[in-house]
T-cell receptor
Framework: SQQGEEDPQALSIQEGENATMNCSYKTSINNLQWYRQNSGRGLVHLILIRSNEREKHSGRLRVTLDTSKKSSSLLITASRAADTASYFCATGLNQAGTALIFGKGTTLSVSS | GAVVSQHPSWVICKSGTSVKIECRSLDFQATTMFWYRQFPKQSLMLMATSNEGSKATYEQGVEKDKFLINHASLTLSTLTVTSAHPEDSSFYIC??????????????FGPGTRLTVL
């Protein structure tokens, strides 16, 4: 099963620009996480935001969570070519021990 | 800490053969492990939840007789793709949950196994 939708599906920007990706989900959650995946590689955990948090920062990443709208956004500031990857949101449900459910992902391409 | 390994990292096999993929938690004990499948340019789809010492729970549409899961120890889960066919070619990713983790769902992901069935 798939929890959420990301938009846009694909995003192309120039180095130095900001990239914003959005994620919507359907059920109540305990937390929401963002992952990066370079082509053909494994997942890299970026950031986790809990359901009682509204915003979180980590370096050039800023994540917001709006539980009333069941949505989250990931902002990458001052993007670099190395940020080129697919980005997925994943939701953790309130039931402990259950799997993360992934959204469809956004493919980000940053050109220099 | 919290490292999960998978073996092999890639495998090519002939149609009709069986392939076993191992998922190990290297520095923590995992009572629960999860198996995901990812087709090219798509997201990760949960296949099954593997609990140590009990039968796996499969997601709807995943054939339990085709994808055999064994979680015999707190650090190892295996996924066996039986009688593999080209449509089983995919990227298989496991994750493990630290049994000492808090209430939220922190999972640690393996690097994935790319299966190509000829």
């Amino acid at each position: 099963s798939q929890q959420g939708e990301e938009d846009p599906q694909a995003l192309s920007i120039q180095e130095g620009e900001n990239a914003t990706m959005n994620c919507s989900y359907k059920t109540s959650i305990n937390n929401l996480q963002w992952y990066r995946q370079n082509s053909g590689r494994g997942l890299v955990h970026l950031i986790l935001i809990r359901s009682n948090e509204r915003e979180k920062h980590s370096g050039r990443l800023r994540v917001t969570l709006d539980t009333s709208k069941k949505s989250s956004s990931l902002l990458i500031t001052a993007s670099r070519a190395a940020d080129t990857a697919s980005y997925f949101c994943a939701t953790g449900l309130n039931q402990a021990g259950t799997a993360l459910i992934f959204g469809k992902g956004t493919t980000l391409s940053v050109s220099s | 800490g919290a490292v999960v390994s998978q073996h092999p990292s890639w495998v090519i096999c002939k149609s009709g053969t069986s392939v076993k993929i191992e998922c190990r938690s290297l520095d923590f004990q995992a009572t629960t492990m999860f198996w995901y499948r990812q087709f090219p340019k798509q997201s990760l789809m949960l296949m099954a939840t593997s609990n140590e010492g009990s039968k796996a729970t499969y997601e709807q549409g995943v054939e339990k007789d085709k994808f055999l899961i064994n979680h015999a120890s707190l650090t190892l889960s295996t996924l066996t793709v039986t009688s593999a066919h080209p449509e089983d070619s995919s990227f298989y990713i496991c994750s493990a949950r630290d049994q000492l983790a808090g209430g939220y769902n922190e999972q640690f992901f393996g690097p994935g196994t790319r299966l190509t069935v000829l």
